[in-house]
């Protein structure tokens, strides 16, 4: 077993722990729990900022949502490179179909934006995990998300980015009717995945840190359960989980979040906000300055009010003052819109995300060309291309272990092949450009095929295109030929005719 799970040892282990930390920081930041991931400066702030109303506004949600909008927002198509009937392609389309791959890979991307990692599990089993008899829910390969937090991948000594085995543990409560989760008993599951086979095995489980809501944030490893431990061999070249990075070093597994790097701007925007907003709350309810005599006395002739409570006090003066709200500079305002503005436009900026991409400012796209837009998308275009680097190599893993199993289990007899995937660009398309430029392109010039351009324009599979061109060609008019002979025939005969009147007038 690794060294991650043995007696005495913590759980999470500590090289682990800054990686989960980061993961439940960046989720609450995606969800708008803002104040709980910076209430850690709470100490700095002096007594009256510390009374300020928190106001945030969850940029980090646009943040990760357009990269996985522009990822995963069409479907990708999963092609065998063979035809539409072949085994090997109604394979990928009921793996993809069963599997709702469309959502997985959705949310996979989402998730991915705000951990940095993202783990598939390819597994046999039933949809319902035994709950249904086989006869009703029959088993299957089965494409899953993992949680990034029960994973815990082992490299190779020489090579810190070359993972040798994927760990997934989970902490398991067995009820027991204790009440206090200090009392409960507790079990670590770990599935050891390796090329070509799993190894079970359990521990026990002693929680250490436990925070007030009763979440158990740290525990320590007990003795292990031998009689839980076993192995299978899966058939398989690969281990059963796929990790796909949001974006990588050379030097390590882990992945690059899209979050962590901007917290500090993320932070200033929203203390900027709250600032901003209890400036205004004073402006609607602020003091006001009166001469002196204005306000009621007693008998004894001292002023009957609070200034605390009322908000007005007199002013003493060599000339008349005016009664007036006493407020802060309207510049001092506006300054501090201009600053939140600054930061909003750096945040965006250092993000990749265009303007365009959000429809700030002037950034409307009425009468301009989808090449246009496509230019001005320039930075997040190629922010999504890093990132689907890593999604088809992680895809074309996941489908290639999928058919490993199939043919494994006997569910299909075909071929495993590493399939092609296309991804869209989730941009709108101008579909008058588009024809303009095909018909430019197939107006005499062998520079692009007919068949390619029904597919392009269409999103076609080639056996469509096939059967859109036998359509056409049985609707083309079926007239005879004419032959061009006939047209010189009339020509001869016009001659003959003329030649005669010549002669007459000679």
């Not at 282990?13 to 930390?21: G, L």
């Not at 069963?98 to 959705?106: E, G, L, P, R, S």
């Not at 494409?143 to 980015?161: G, W």
């Not at 992945?255 to 900027?272: F, V």
């Amino acid at each position: 077993m690794h060294r991650l799970f043995k007696k005495g040892e913590f759980f999470p282990h500590p090289d682990h722990e800054e990686r989960i930390n980061r993961y439940k920081q960046n989720r609450k930041l995606f969800l708008g729990e803002h104040k709980d991931v910076f209430n850690k400066h709470g100490y700095k702030l002096k007594h009256n900022q510390k009374n300020l109303l928190y106001l945030s506004v969850n940029l980090a949600s646009i943040i990760c949502k357009k990269s996985s909008d522009f990822l995963f927002s069409e479907s990708p198509t999963v092609s065998a490179g063979r035809g539409d009937n072949s085994k090997e392609q109604q394979a990928l389309d009921r793996l993809t179909e069963d599997n709702h791959m469309n959502i997985t890979n959705y949310e996979s991307a989402l998730a991915n934006a705000y951990r940095g990692d993202s783990f598939y599990k390819v597994r046999i089993g039933q949809e319902m995990h035994g709950e249904l008899p086989p006869e009703i829910d029959p088993y299957k390969v089965i494409i899953e998300a993992q949680n990034a937090e029960y994973v815990f991948p082992e490299t190779f000594p020489s090579d810190d980015n070359k993972v040798r085995a994927y760990h997934v543990a989970v902490p398991e409560r067995i009820d027991d009717g204790a009440e206090m989760p200090e009392d409960g008993k507790y079990v670590l599951n770990v599935e050891s995945h390796y090329a070509g086979r799993i190894e079970y095995s359990q521990f026990q489980l002693i929680p250490i840190e436990i925070e007030p809501d009763g979440e158990i944030t740290t525990y320590k490893i007990g003795y292990e359960y031998t009689d839980q431990r076993h192995a299978i061999a899966t058939g398989v070249n690969y281990p059963l989980i796929v990790h796909v990075a949001n974006t990588a070093l050379d030097d390590s597994w882990q992945g690059i979040d899209d979050l962590t790097e901007h917290k500090p701007i993320l932070d200033e925007i929203n203390n900027r906000l709250s600032q901003i907003s209890e400036i205004l709350d004073q402006h609607a309810d602020a003091p006001i300055i009166v001469p002196t005599g204005t306000l009621r006395e007693d008998a004894n002739g001292n002023l009957v009010y609070n200034v605390a409570q009322e908000k007005v006090f007199e002013v003493d003066g060599k000339e008349d003052v005016l009664p007036q709200y006493v407020t802060n500079s309207n510049a001092m305002v506006e300054h501090a819109f201009t600053e939140l503005e600054k930061l909003i436009d750096l945040l965006f900026t250092v993000t990749e995300i265009p303007s365009v991409a959000l429809g700030r400012n002037d950034s409307g796209t009425s009468g301009s060309s989808g090449l246009s837009i496509k230019f001005r998308m320039n930075s997040l275009i190629s922010k999504i291309n890093r990132k689907r680097q890593y999604y088809d190599k992680g895809l074309k893993r996941v489908y290639v272990i999928a058919q490993m199993l199939e043919n494994a289990i006997g569910i299909d007899n075909y071929q495993v092949s590493v399939p092609k995937i296309k991804f869209k660009d989730g941009l709108p398309k101008d579909e008058m450009e588009q024809a303009n430029i095909y018909a430019v392109r197939t107006g005499g010039k062998p520079t692009l095929s007919q068949k390619t351009a029904i597919r392009e324009l269409d999103d076609l599979t080639e056996e469509q295109v096939e059967q859109e061109l036998e359509r056409m060609e049985d609707e083309e008019p079926d007239d005879e030929p004419v032959d061009g002979s006939i047209f010189n025939e009339e020509e001869e005969i016009e001659g003959e005719e003329e030649a005669p009147e010549e002669d007459a007038e000679e």
